[in-house]
């Protein structure tokens, strides 16, 4: 389990993936029925779902999901950019952001702090997990529960799909996605969230990879020197 004692020096990428991503669940937004837009229905976009599923169909193929990104973190007028890889596996994920790295093999979390050259260790819990990482968004047409969305825009480069959370407590406000005219791939994922911040990933690659059991392991010897803080029970 996380502890917040430890937690509160990790720096601002794994917060705000921790709250965000904690980017695919990439859990990806709202508020009730009563107070959407004219453009959310009672029930979800089914051309939109269309699109989502054909998405699914293309991605569910891979053994393994790539994803490199570049990352722009707004809030007021500070601005912030980011170079990321999203490697993800069924549950199991790493994700590499400006060096600084957070590994889930569902057993246990490593994030390594670039800064400090430091490691922390986490026994994998559950209700710690990234509500959003952006190979979630490929089960999204499952969700019906959780959002509704629908296509508000498409022109020549493709389609725009808004999800808005029906959870009226939610911090996100809502995400939206940009999916290319052939929907074979999502090309930007921007999330709004209730304090006034904004995320937008600009997904540069989506490619299959493989990946064994030691790609979702942190191997010490790449960090000479690093330091081990072991926060398991």
Do not use: C
Request: zero cysteines.
């Amino acid at each position: 389990m996380f502890h917040t004692t430890s937690y509160k020096q990790v720096p601002l990428f794994i917060s705000k993936f921790k709250f965000a991503l904690l980017f695919l669940s990439f859990t990806f937004f709202i508020a009730e029925a009563s107070g959407q837009s004219n453009s959310f229905k009672e029930k979800s976009d089914p051309e939109a779902t269309k699109i989502l599923k054909k998405l699914k169909e293309v991605y569910s193929k891979f053994d393994a999901l790539q994803i490199d990104y570049s990352l722009e973190i707004e809030n007021g007028e500070d601005k912030e950019v980011q170079q990321g890889s999203i490697l993800q596996k069924g549950d199991k994920y790493r994700i590499n952001n400006n060096g600084n790295i957070i590994i889930n093999n569902t057993k246990t979390v490593w994030m390594y702090i670039k800064k400090q050259n430091e490691v922390q260790v986490n026994d994998y819990d559950s209700d710690d997990d990234p509500g959003f990482t952006p190979a979630k968004i490929f089960n999204i047409d499952e969700s019906d529960k959780e959002f509704f969305y629908a296509i508000t825009n498409s022109d020549s480069k493709g389609y725009k799909i808004e999800f808005k959370p029906l959870d009226p407590d939610s911090d996100i406000m809502k995400i939206r996605i940009q999916v290319d005219k052939g929907q074979t791939k999502i090309t930007s994922i921007k999330l709004f969230q209730e304090d006034g911040s904004r995320m937008t990933f600009l997904l540069k690659n989506i490619n299959n990879a493989k990946a064994d059991s030691n790609s979702f392991r942190f191997n010490k010897e790449k960090y000479p020197g690093v330091k081990e803080v072991d926060l398991r029970d």
